[in-house]
Nanobody, 127 residues
Framework: QLQLVESGGGSVQPGGSLRLSCTLSGFSLRSYTIGWFRQAPGSEREGVSCISSRTGDTFYSDSVLGRFGISRDNAKNTVFLQMNSLKPGDTATYYC????????????????????WGKGTLVTVSS
């Protein structure tokens, strides 16, 4: 059974940091492009960052560029999202997703045709 499990969410003050983890089971990280998406109440889902399994290329949305970093550990079958300089606008439920995209940007921009999703982890940025 293919599963993605997110962890690392929580509450943090503005300017703080969190690291989210997405652990895959039932399939290899090497075969899938992984993306982090987020959705706040009343807002559309946004592709935050994606990393390609084929090329290793990465994509970041303009809203997080320079503050967030995505990485993967193939041995642990885990993808990380390091979030720094957090802002109240980053408050959302963050979802990990996996699909066989060749490149990172299409996955994050389209956000569709994705078959595998985690259940999400809540990030709250507030003073």
């Amino acid at each position: 059974q293919l599963q993605l499990v997110e962890s690392g969410g929580g509450s943090v003050q503005p300017g703080g940091s969190l690291r989210l983890s997405c652990t895959l089971s039932g399939f290899s990280l090497r075969s899938y492009t992984i993306g982090w998406f987020r959705q706040a109440p009343g807002s559309e889902r946004e592709g935050v960052s994606c990393i390609s399994s084929r090329t290793g290329d990465t994509f970041y949305s303009d809203s997080v560029l320079g503050r967030f970093g995505i990485s993967r550990d193939n041995a642990k079958n885990t993808v990380f999202l390091q979030m720094n300089s957090l802002k109240p606008g980053d408050t959302a439920t963050y979802y990990c997703a996996a699909e066989r995209f060749s490149y990172a940007q299409p996955m994050c921009i389209r956000g569709s045709d994705i078959n595998y999703w985690g259940k999400g982890t809540l990030v709250t940025v507030s003073s």
